[in-house]
């Protein structure tokens, strides 16, 4: 299990190796440790915009010794025959889930980049900008990459938060859909139903994730 502290001073010795100054999204545990919604987390969640950054971050990582694992026991395999499926990287009881571009199939588009809960700039010989992704967006990745513990997580966020913007998750669902994800409302909607059982979610949020697929179906059908 990986601290605050423990993150704080790995993202510090990582920008002391970079060779460049890299920018990245933060999200799952990593982020939840940011925004203090617990204190430890198994792995460290992150995207880059650019191939060519992830790899300049594993060639790093490596060096400080971390080595490519297998993500087929964390993942269910459906989704890692996805393309856009994650790099792992492993040293003792640390371990990266590195994407690029995309979550499997769900993008990182405009409204993420703008609606971010903060950046962190850890600026040694270069900069490593992780910017933390806000918390609706948390939820709709932790649907989307279903590993264990990833329900329990977004649990704990919707009985620490007070305010929760549904209708902001609902939407970014939707738009995810409508630009090629597939899996993003089944996803979605499956996490709600569990919840359900322990927090109030409005049923017109519901109807609004069946109205897009039987939109979207129809489309399809038609075409």
Request: glycine letters at 4%; aromatic letters at 14%; charged letters at 35%.
């Amino acid at each position: 299990m990986i601290t605050h502290d423990d993150q704080m001073a790995l993202f510090i010795l990582i920008s002391r190796n970079l060779g460049k100054n890299l920018e990245c999204f933060a999200f799952g545990g990593t982020a939840m440790i940011f925004y203090g919604y617990k204190d430890s987390t198994k792995d460290i969640d992150l995207i880059f915009e650019k191939e060519k950054d992830r790899e300049e971050f594993i060639r790093t990582i490596k060096e400080l010794g971390f080595s490519e694992a297998s993500p087929f026991k964390i993942y269910i395999s459906e989704k890692l025959r996805d393309k856009n499926r994650p790099l792992m990287f492993k040293r003792g009881d640390i371990r990266f889930d590195l994407f690029a571009r995309q979550i499997f199939r769900t993008k990182i588009n405009p409204r993420m980049k703008e609606d971010l809960y903060a950046i962190h700039d850890f600026k040694e010989s270069h900069t490593l900008k992780v910017k933390v992704l806000r918390k609706e967006h948390i939820v709709l990745l932790k649907s989307v990459t279903e590993r264990q513990n990833d329900f329990d997580d977004i649990r704990i966020i919707l009985e620490k938060e007070k305010i929760f913007n549904w209708q902001y998750l609902v939407d970014e669902a939707v738009w995810q859909h409508n630009s090629g994800d597939n899996w993003v409302l089944l996803d979605l909607e499956k996490t709600m139903k569990e919840l359900n059982k322990y927090v109030f979610i409005e049923q017109k949020y519901f109807r609004q994730i069946y109205d897009a697929q039987a939109f979207n179906k129809s489309l399809r059908e038609t075409s």
